[in-house]
Structures are given as structure tokens and as C-alpha cells.
């Protein structure tokens, strides 16, 4: 059975690389074409070869299920399967349509001629995955489009449209309507006039430019290392790029090939592999299969236009989507869309808006304080303050005031969806839709399932998620939910770590340099610490009386500095500035607090504050799948790269548990139960799989 299929077209022979869904490159494709290439080529009767994709596309790329293993014996490697076609001693051509992507678009590059359909997408997205190009991409595609759009396209990882591609020289001719008729034609006329091969690896007039100027190379790298930070793979394809100019071809592939060994082997590129799986993953629901029905969402009400609630107006408007603002009296809702108002302008004053679209997004968005006004919005999202009483008046308004189908959500961040959804006769169209803030900016949704939410709510909330650009992740109730439970974990160990000799300089920095976009106190600053402080007042009923927590922040809070706002918080802030600058007055408290704790003071190394604040987040995790909270690992992970910025490239906290070992993390967290008490109790799962030696990804 032959993945690749041959059908001759006069003296052309046309192979398709045929293996559903995406051509993707695996072993038996491999296998497959090399033989049939090697066919064509001893076929006299055969001028040249069109090499395309059937079904759908040309080819996504590799298959990265064969990631990390063996390649099985006499199947070829990619690369020797496109030196192979680049060797040819006939004219090859690549017909593209779809995609062409990753080593889908190498074999193309490796042909002589490349014709595409209008509206395929070409590009190398490897740097995605935690790898490079390995399959010649970094070498042949600068040959042909010179360096510095080379290092745009492979660091990017994006793909463009083949009109894009033909402008910049990957692709020789778009084709004007049947692609492999065209390709045929391509070919027949080079045969005609015995053009010889074309090869890419023999071009050099594209690298000459950059060779023997290493600045191209060096103020790139500077462009980028803000934007990468703590990523291998993007510099990595530098490097890379940086040798196809200096190197021979061959040495140049040679080299290529020993990083893309290097990096896929790497915990960086498992993490990316994971990440890539688990967002895909994360939408499935065990008990919400893909068939359940789903309502349109053709219309929505947000209540309360405050720091969320615009936010989540926008989401809408952005996608097309009409959505009406209620507010309490009409200052309220003027302020609240005229902070809506702003934010689109700064999009457009930086170029990334046009103002004809930002006119269209703010004329979706309606403002009203009748409650009427919402009666036959398809969805109604309530973001209104953080008051039990409060969200059940409205819950019960709303109920009485929306049609039969109206789905109702609550932005809560901590209270209990089943009292909320007891104040409405539809409970089963009440959840939690829990955004980050800021809400239009940050992609993660917890949409959370309460007892008496309906299969067909949960799966239209989760669609509609997507639909509004958001990531959506079911979750249950707890307090907290998931993420900020999770938070509450770690910010709570780093308040600790203050009171026994670190400073909040230091703990940011570790936690920075770990690759979050910053520590728990410029985080706390940046989020006002009158929330944090509001956030424990109301935790307050239900603290376990016997766990304590670190109070300096509430002893900033009565200090009225409440964070950026007020240029003053656990830093200070010079006007106009976001940059925290470690405040003397600051250490002063801190030290004194150690003091009447009766706590001398020591050195904490930069290790003990990372495990500290880690390990303790992924205790908590594993008591949240422990509680069914979270339905698998990943989720939390998803949680935490789109709702905290955790990197990407650690895979989130539960793939980074299983990269340090549960057994490790189980025994520092005994130890530090020992020495710290109750909070670092470690969770039975931890101990569990600790002592089974498995990870979370193996539940
Ligand atoms: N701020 C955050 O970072 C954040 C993050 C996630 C979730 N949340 C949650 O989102 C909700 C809103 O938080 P926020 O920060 O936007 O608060 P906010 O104080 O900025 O805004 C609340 C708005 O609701 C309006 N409002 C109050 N009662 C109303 C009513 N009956 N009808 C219509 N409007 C009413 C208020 O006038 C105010 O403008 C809260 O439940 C909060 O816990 C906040």
C-alpha cells in the first residue's frame, strides 16, 4: 500500500502524497515517495515530476507522533528523502494547495519549481513546537528569499498566503485554476526546452548579500530577545540561518541537522509538544461529547460595565458580535465605555486598528440602564461587584427579564455558581465564565460547571469561547477556582519567604527569571493592592483558623499604598512610569514584621525561593484533580500559560511537575511540611504517584 501514488500525464509524472488527513510526513510517506521518485527518474519515458498533496492540502509537516523515537531500519529521514528530489536529475515541481507547512513546505523547497493555488498557506511554524526547521528550511528558504525575510518567516513561525510567498520568491507562479493541470504545463515546457534542474541548494546570490556581516545577525537577535525570552528554538533558527550564509551547503545542513537533534531531544521542546496537544485536548469534555446540541450566540448583555465587564464587550464586538452594556445610571455607563473608547483608540493609534474598525466594534456595542434592554440577548454575562447578595438580585432580575433560552454567566471570581443559579428558575442555564484581566487582552476563559448547568449549556459556553478568540477551560467550584487557587498557593508561601529573610525584589526576580512575565508583587502592584486586600477580607469567614498568612500586605494596604495606581505599593513608582523601583520604606516594614514574629532573619537562596513558591502551586494542582475540579493535568496547564503568562516553553505547572519528578516534589514538599506546617501538607495524589513513580501526565 503506497502512500505516495503515481499517475503519468503524457511524458509528466504527477506523485501525490496521499495519508489523510494532512499528508503528514511519516515513515510509510516516506518511504513511499522515495521509491516513487527514484521510479519516475528511471522511467526514460518520463521528462519530469510533479510532486502535490491529495485531499486537501499539500502537506502539514512532519509527524510529530514519531517525535523522540527510533526511525524504523531502510525507511529515509526526511532530509535524505529531499536531497533525494534536489539531486534529481529530472526537473521537479511542487504543486501546492492548502498548506504546505514545516517539512511540507522543505520538500518543496527542496524541488526546482514551486506553483501554488491562491489562498494556500506556506511557512515553517517548527519554532512553535520548540524546534528548527530540520529538513533544510534554514538553509534553502534564505537562498531563496534572502536572509532577512528568512529570519521574519522561521522565527515567526507563521504561514503566509502563496500571493505572499510568490512576492517574496518562495513560489514561482501562482496557478490560475487547476493547479496540477498547470504544474503539468510548467514542467512540459521544461522539458521542451531541456531546461536542466534548477536547484536551491546551488543559489547563492540571496546569501552573498549577508555573508561577512554578522550585525544582520547580532541586532536581530537584539529585535527579538524581549519578545523570546527564555526560548532556545527562536535563536536557535538565527544561528541556523546565520550558518547557511557562512557555511558550504552541506556543512550548512549538517549543521542544521545536529540543533534539530539537539532541540528535540530538549525539555523545551516536549514542554511546546505538550502544549501544542493539551490546546487542543482541553476542549474535549468526557461527558459533553462533540454531537451535543449548541445554541447560536447571535446577540449578548454584559451587566456592569467596570474593569471587566468592557473588557468582555469587547470580546464580542471584536467578532462581529452585537452586545449591550448595562449599567446601574448613565455616569456609570459613560465611564465605562468611554474606558472601552480609549482602549480601542491606543490599538489604532498603534497601528494595529484601522479607525473604520474601530467605529464598526464600538457601534456593536450598546449602552443602557434599562434591564429590559437585554430580554432577547442570547447569552448574558454579569459583572457587577463581587457581592453574594448582590449577584442574586440581579441573577433573579435577569431570569425574570430574559427570554426562555438565555444562557446566564457570572464573571465571579470566587463565589459559588450553585447559590448564584438557585436565584433563577433556569439553573441549568446558569454557569461561571470566569475572564482575566485585562479581559480583552488575556485569553483564558474558566467556564465553570455548576451541579444543574445542561450538557448543551456547557458545550455552547465552551464554542462560544472560541468563537470570541478565548481559550476556554472547564473547571468546577471551588474557591478560587482553579487558577487563582493555585495563586493563592504560591503567593501565599512567598509572603512567608518575606517574613524569614527574602525581600520582594528577589522573589520577583526568581519567579521572572523562571519565565512568568513577572513576580507576586509586581503582579500585586500592577493589580491594586486594595483587591488583594478586598479578596482576603472576603476569604476571611471561611480561613481555617489555624493556617496563618503573612499580613505585610494588608499593612501596605492601610499604609494607602495600594500599587501602581498610587505610584506606591510593595515597590515604588516614579510618575508616568511602570517600572517598580525596590522601596527602602518597604524593607524597613519587612524586617520589622520578621522581628516581632521572633523570626531571625537569614539568607534564602534563589533555589529555595523557586521550589517554595512552585511547589507548593502543584500540591494545590494535584488536590484540584484529586477534587475532579480540573478534568485532566493539562487543563491546569492551559490555565496557567493563558491566564498567567506561565512559559510556554515549561509546558505549564503540572508537565514542569513531571520534568523536576513527583518523588522530588513529594519530598521537598514533607520536608517543608515539616519545617512550615500545615499549608505544605502534601497532597495524597502527589504522594501517590511519588511513590509509584509516574507523573501527572500519566493519570
Ligand atoms: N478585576 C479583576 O481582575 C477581575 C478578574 C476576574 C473576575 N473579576 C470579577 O468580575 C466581576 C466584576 O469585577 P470588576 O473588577 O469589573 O468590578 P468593577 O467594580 O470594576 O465593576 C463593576 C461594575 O458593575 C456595576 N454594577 C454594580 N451593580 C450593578 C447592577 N446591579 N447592574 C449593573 N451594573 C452594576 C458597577 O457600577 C461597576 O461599574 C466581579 O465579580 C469580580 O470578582 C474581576
Given at each position: 500500500m503506497g502512500a505516495v501514488t503515481t499517475e503519468k500525464r503524457g511524458n509528466i509524472a504527477v506523485l501525490s502524497i496521499d495519508n489523510p488527513p494532512v499528508n503528514a510526513l511519516g515513515a510509510a510517506v516516506r518511504s513511499s515517495l522515495a521509491e516513487e521518485i527514484q521510479a519516475a527518474l528511471d522511467d526514460a519515458a518520463t521528462g519530469a515530476l510533479v510532486i502535490t498533496g491529495a485531499g486537501r492540502m499539500f502537506s502539514g509537516g512532519a509527524d510529530i507522533q514519531e517525535f523522540g523515537k527510533e526511525r524504523p531500519a531502510g525507511v529515509p529521514s526526511l532530509p535524505e528523502v529531499i536531497t533525494a528530489i534536489e539531486g534529481a536529475s529530472k526537473p521537479v515541481i511542487a504543486a501546492i494547495h492548502g498548506v504546505a507547512a514545516g517539512g511540507g513546505l522543505e520538500i518543496s523547497l527542496g524541488c526546482h519549481w514551486r506553483l501554488a493555488a491562491p489562498g494556500a498557506r506556506l511557512g515553517l511554524p517548527e519554532v512553535t513546537l520548540g524546534i528548527i526547521p530540520g529538513a533544510g528550511g534554514t538553509q534553502r528558504l534564505p537562498r531563496l528569499i534572502g536572509v532577512e525575510a528568512a529570519l521574519e518567516a522561521i522565527v515567526a513561525g507563521n504561514l503566509m498566503p502563496s500571493e505572499k510567498a510568490h512576492a517574496l520568491g518562495i513560489v514561482d507562479e501562482i496557478s490560475g485554476n487547476d493547479l496540477v493541470?498547470?504544474?503539468?504545463?510548467?514542467?512540459?515546457?521544461?522539458?521542451?526546452?531541456?531546461?536542466?534542474?534548477?536547484?536551491?541548494?546551488?543559489?547563492?546570490?540571496?546569501?552573498?548579500?549577508?555573508?561577512?556581516?554578522?550585525e544582520i545577525f547580532e541586532k536581530f537577535r537584539q529585535g527579538m530577545a524581549r519578545r523570546a525570552r527564555g526560548f532556545e528554538a527562536p535563536f536557535a533558527c538565527v544561528d541556523s540561518i546565520e550558518a547557511a550564509v557562512n557555511l558550504p551547503f552541506a556543512e550548512g545542513l549538517a549543521n542544521e541537522r545536529e540543533i534539530f537533534a539537539r532541540l528535540v531531544a530538549s525539555d523545551q521542546s516536549k514542554a511546546q509538544r505538550h502544549v501544542f496537544f493539551a490546546e487542543r485536548e482541553v476542549a474535549k469534555i468526557p461527558d459533553v461529547p462533540k454531537d451535543t446540541p449548541t445554541?447560536?450566540?447571535?446577540?449578548?448583555?454584559?451587566?456592569?460595565?467596570?474593569?471587566?465587564?468592557?473588557?468582555?464587550?469587547?470580546?464580542?464586538?471584536?467578532?462581529?458580535?452585537?452586545?449591550?452594556?448595562?449599567?446601574?445610571?448613565?455616569?456609570?455607563?459613560?465611564?465605562?465605555?468611554?474606558?472601552?473608547?480609549?482602549?480601542?483608540?491606543?490599538?489604532?493609534?498603534?497601528?494595529?486598528?484601522?479607525?473604520?474598525?474601530?467605529?464598526?466594534?464600538?457601534?456593536?456595542?450598546?449602552?443602557?440602564?434599562?434591564?429590559?434592554?437585554?430580554?432577547?440577548?442570547?447569552?448574558?454575562?454579569?459583572?457587577?461587584?463581587?457581592?453574594?447578595?448582590?449577584?442574586?438580585?440581579?441573577?433573579?432580575?435577569?431570569?425574570?427579564?430574559?427570554?426562555?433560552?438565555?444562557?446566564?454567566?457570572?464573571?465571579?471570581?470566587?463565589?459559588?455558581?450553585?447559590?448564584?443559579?438557585?436565584?433563577?428558575?433556569?439553573?441549568?442555564?446558569?454557569?461561571?465564565?470566569?475572564?482575566?484581566?485585562?479581559?480583552?487582552?488575556?485569553?483564558?476563559?474558566?467556564?465553570?460547571?455548576?451541579?444543574?448547568?445542561?450538557?448543551?449549556?456547557?458545550?455552547?459556553?465552551?464554542?462560544?469561547?472560541?468563537?470570541?478568540?478565548?481559550?476556554?477551560?472547564?473547571?468546577?467550584?471551588?474557591?478560587?477556582?482553579?487558577?487563582?487557587?493555585?495563586?493563592?498557593?504560591?503567593?501565599?508561601?512567598?509572603?512567608?519567604?518575606?517574613?524569614?529573610?527574602?525581600?520582594?525584589?528577589?522573589?520577583?526576580k526568581v519567579i521572572y527569571d523562571f519565565g512568568l512575565p513577572m513576580g507576586p508583587y509586581a503582579m500585586a502592584d500592577l493589580a491594586g493592592i486594595d483587591v488583594g486586600w478586598r479578596v482576603r477580607q472576603a476569604q476571611e469567614p471561611t480561613r481555617p483558623k489555624h493556617l496563618r498568612y503573612s499580613d505585610i500586605a494588608d499593612r501596605i494596604y492601610e499604609m494607602d499604598r495600594y500599587g501602581q495606581k498610587t505610584q506606591a505599593g510593595w515597590y515604588r513608582y516614579e510618575k508616568g512610569s511602570r517600572a517598580p523601583i525596590p522601596d527602602p520604606e518597604i524593607e524597613k516594614l519587612i524586617v520589622s514584621v520578621s522581628e516581632e514574629l521572633g523570626i531571625e532573619r537569614r539568607a534564602i537562596g534563589d533555589q529555595e525561593i523557586l521550589e517554595r513558591c512552585m511547589y507548593p502551586m502543584i500540591n494545590e494542582g494535584a488536590k484540584i484533580l484529586e477534587e475532579g475540579l480540573a478534568l485532566r493535568a493539562l487543563d491546569i496547564d492551559i490555565i496557567w500559560i493563558y491566564g498567567f503568562g506561565f512559559p510556554r516553553y515549561r509546558g505549564g505547572p503540572m508537565f514542569y511537575a513531571d520534568l523536576v519528578g513527583a518523588d522530588k516534589i513529594y519530598d521537598a514538599m514533607s520536608r517543608l511540611y515539616d519545617e512550615h506546617g500545615e499549608w505544605l501538607k502534601p497532597a495524597p495524589l502527589l504522594e501517590k504517584l511519588a511513590k509509584e513513580g509516574k507523573g501527572f501526565g500519566d493519570l
Open positions: 493541470a498547470d504544474a503539468v504545463a510548467f514542467a512540459e515546457k521544461l522539458v521542451a526546452a531541456g531546461t536542466p534542474p534548477r536547484r536551491t541548494g546551488e543559489l547563492e546570490d540571496r546569501i552573498a548579500e549577508a555573508r561577512g556581516k554578522p445554541q447560536p450566540i447571535e446577540s449578548a448583555a454584559i451587566i456592569g460595565a467596570g474593569t471587566m465587564g468592557g473588557g468582555i464587550a469587547m470580546n464580542f464586538a471584536n467578532v462581529g458580535i452585537p452586545v449591550t452594556v448595562i449599567e446601574v445610571d448613565a455616569d456609570a455607563l459613560e465611564k465605562g465605555l468611554e474606558v472601552t473608547r480609549k482602549n480601542y483608540a491606543s490599538t489604532v493609534a498603534k497601528g494595529r486598528l484601522s479607525q473604520d474598525d474601530m467605529d464598526k466594534r464600538m457601534g456593536l456595542i450598546a449602552g443602557s440602564t434599562d434591564y429590559g434592554d437585554v430580554a432577547d440577548a442570547d447569552i448574558v454575562i454579569e459583572a457587577a461587584f463581587e457581592d453574594m447578595p448582590l449577584k442574586k438580585e440581579i441573577f433573579q432580575r435577569l431570569d425574570q427579564t430574559c427570554k426562555a433560552e438565555t444562557i446566564i454567566t457570572s464573571n465571579t471570581s470566587s463565589l459559588d455558581i450553585d447559590e448564584i443559579a438557585a436565584a433563577t428558575g433556569r439553573p441549568e442555564k446558569v454557569m461561571g465564565t470566569h475572564f482575566f484581566s485585562p479581559a480583552n487582552v488575556m485569553r483564558l476563559a474558566e467556564n465553570v460547571r455548576g451541579a444543574e448547568t445542561s450538557k448543551d449549556t456547557i458545550a455552547t459556553v465552551m464554542d462560544l469561547s472560541k468563537a470570541i478568540g478565548k481559550v476556554g477551560v472547564l473547571v468546577g467550584i471551588c474557591d478560587g477556582f482553579v487558577g487563582n487557587r493555585m495563586l493563592y498557593a504560591y503567593t501565599r508561601q512567598a509572603g512567608f519567604l518575606l517574613e524569614e529573610g527574602a525581600l520582594p525584589e528577589q522573589v520577583d
